[in-house]
């Protein structure tokens, strides 16, 4: 990659999804980590007026890395913007971005591809999980225990989009499986998520410091791991996911994993989980970044 004075990189952050605030964050550690290699970075919020002309200043970048959660960032509609343009960027392209970030055209394929979900639930059947069909950072998602509480989660995920979907709660224990690469993706150490103060990994378990405990390996036989992350990789693969994924996933008490959603965007904060996996394997969060460029880099 290019140092200093030949070649930028534009560092995407901010956006125009509820997830912005994130989004920002994760920016600021990339263009820190950047620096701190002495690249020369930009770093540019899409939903400002002007973007375009600033992403072009002085010509293109060499390439862009994409922090943007949610929204427009994340389905498809800046990855298109930039291969429009030419800038290689980071992460999956058009069209995996807009599949995983769509949880109900991400589910079918996962179900036809034998991908293991979870159910939808039966009329009646509690509990159940609601969410919005599109978003992330868990925003809009609820566990409706008592039908009393079914009108408020629908109300909750429609703020956040128009379609919503209700699946069968899955009791058990909730891990995150990181991928990293293009063709041949690497599976990187599986993180155990344990929420502080809430009973799911909600947003605010996400991203506020003390919010949820790391642990790595899972508190799991490994069997049962190995199991999750088979179906973490199956779904990258299926969906198309190039340069790196972060799926959740619930493991039951018969070692039988659930797959809940694929992030293509994962966050790059002081809190997130991506960079604590790589970090687990030996990668550095400045190693990191930098592998990532080298991955958008590369022939598709």
Known sequence: MAKKGINKIAVLAGGDSPEREVSLRSGAAVARALE???????????AAPGFAGALLAGGPPRAAFVALHGGSGENGTIQGFLETLGIPYTGSGVLASALAMDKLLSKQIFLASGVPVPPP?????????VKPACGGSTLGISIVRTPGQLAAA?????RYDRRLLMERFIPGVEITVSILGNRRPRILPSIEIVPVGSDFYDYRAKYQSGGSRHIIPPRLPEAFRRRAERAALRAHQVLGCRGLSRS????????????????TIPGFTETSLFPDAAAAAGIPFPDLVIKLLKLACQEK
């Open 154 to 158: 629908r109300r909750l995920a429609l």
């Open 121 to 129: 639930c039966g009329p009646g059947e509690l509990p159940l999980v």
């Open 36 to 46: 701190s290699r002495g690249f020369e970075t930009v770093t540019l919020d899409p």
């Open 248 to 263: 959740e996933v619930i493991v039951d008490r018969e070692g039988r994993p659930y797959l809940l959603d694929v992030n």
